[in-house]
């Protein structure tokens, strides 16, 4: 089970960094100001695509220098300290638009990290990998365990609708009643996948790495001063988070789109930003099982860790305790999604077309909810 960071980051040993180029998509941080002054001015049209922009930039910096934190501090408390910094994004985001009593948002963001990590970032990864090979092959083991407990976990976040949409008519808030005992036992089940992953089978999700990728390549900014820079950046992607919520429901209004589709296609990528971006690396490298790891254990974690962390600050909130009580077209996409990467991970291979189906369903999700009214 996946909620290690080892699992969303391809596992380094102790070795020396190497120099390399700064990543050129931090520049999109430099849209920080313009996004910051679009608001103050009222110019959500132009706030929301600007603060999108600079967060995916400070997302990436994020990424890459938790991931050396990691690689310094060994794997042990790395990869724990890697798990919790990855899941900053998604909490900055929702829990901006938590805090502004925006729920239906925040519904649409959680199943959209769900389904952009499964069908847009693995998606994607299979079909780039596959296509300069006939097949890429992963562990059917370990990938079995993690699209297991995918499937098992997505079916927890749709019960409280299951059980509204059974008897509803005689208890209407039944969803609502669910959701913080359900909450409960996804964050003890969180809990339980740390231990699984990290100590009794950590070998089972963190295969060895080859000898070409023993050393680490980062900028010497992030080598030189990694806390600094992560300090920095958890500040930032906050600062956007903030910019961003606020937005939300201007541009919507303005562009005639609703909550659901920006929660599911805008926020659903932009908060799978860094896990995009490895999975694609991963899966050019024919290290497709990372690809699947970080996709599949990004997915896993919103699920047990940051949904429960969202519905546990909700109760404190004067606008109510969010609910897990899901409009219908969602729970499918979400069953749908879990479904899907259970049959095509279950042989231990994937093609470029598996990828291009994947990616498919992605669209079609996504035209679903730019309907929605």
Same mark, same amino acid.
């Given at each position: ?31 920080a ?10 110019m959500?049209? @132009? ?15 994020l990424?890459?220098?938790?991931e ?48 952009g990590?499964?069908l ?22 370990a990938?079995t ?8 976990a ?37 809990v339980g ?9 950590r ?39 903030e ?8 541009v ?14 805008v ?6 930003? @860094?896990e ?31 949904v429960?962390?969202? @519905?546990?600050?909700?109760q404190f909130?004067a ?8 409009p ?18 279950s ?8 990828g ?18």
């Open positions: 089970m996946p909620p290690s960071g080892a699992l969303r980051r391809p596992s380094l040993p102790a070795a020396s960094a190497v120099r390399a180029s700064f990543p050129r998509a931090a520049l999109l941080m430099l849209l100001p313009v996004a910051w002054w679009a608001e103050l001015a009222g959500p049209l @132009v706030a929301f695509p600007a603060s999108v922009l600079a967060l995916v930039g400070g997302a990436l910096v990424g890459e220098a938790a050396v934190v990691a690689h310094k501090a060994g794997q042990g408390i790395g990869a724990l300290l890697t798990a919790t910094l990855s899941n900053l994004i998604d909490l900055a985001i929702l829990g901006a638009a938590l805090s502004a009593g925006l729920y239906e948002v925040v519904q649409a963001g959680i199943a959209g990290a769900i389904i990590n499964v847009f970032a693995l998606g994607g990864a299979m079909f780039l990998g596959g296509l300069r090979r006939s097949k890429q092959v992963f562990p059917r083991e990938a365990t993690n699209t297991t407990l995918l499937l098992l997505s079916f927890a976040i749709v019960a409280p609708t299951l059980a509204a949409a059974v008897v509803g008519a005689k208890s209407p808030d039944v969803g609502q009643r669910l959701t913080l005992p359900i909450a409960i036992v996804l964050f003890i089940t969180y996948a740390m231990v699984f992953s990290l100590r009794t089978h070998d089972l999700f963190n295969p060895d790495t080859p000898d070409g990728e023993a050393a680490l390549a980062v900028h010497p900014l992030f080598d030189r001063h990694p806390y600094v820079v992560l300090v920095v950046s958890v500040a930032f992607v906050a600062w956007m988070a910019v961003l919520a606020g937005n939300i429901e201007p919507g209004h303005g562009l005639g789109l609703s909550p659901l589709f920006l929660g599911i296609v926020i659903g990528v932009v908060t799978n930003a @860094v995009i971006a490895t999975c694609w690396r991963m899966a050019l490298r024919d290290r497709i099982h990372v690809a699947l790891q970080a996709a599949v254990g990004g997915s896993i974690q919103v699920v047990l860790f940051v429960p962390v969202l @519905v546990f600050v909700s909130l606008h109510g305790g969010l609910s897990l009580d899901l219908l077209d969602m729970t499918v996409s979400i069953l749908m999604t879990a479904i899907l990467i259970n049959v095509v991970a042989d231990g291979e994937s093609t470029w077309y598996e291009a189906m994947m990616l498919a369903l992605w669209a079609i999700i996504a035209m679903v909810f730019y309907v929605h009214v």
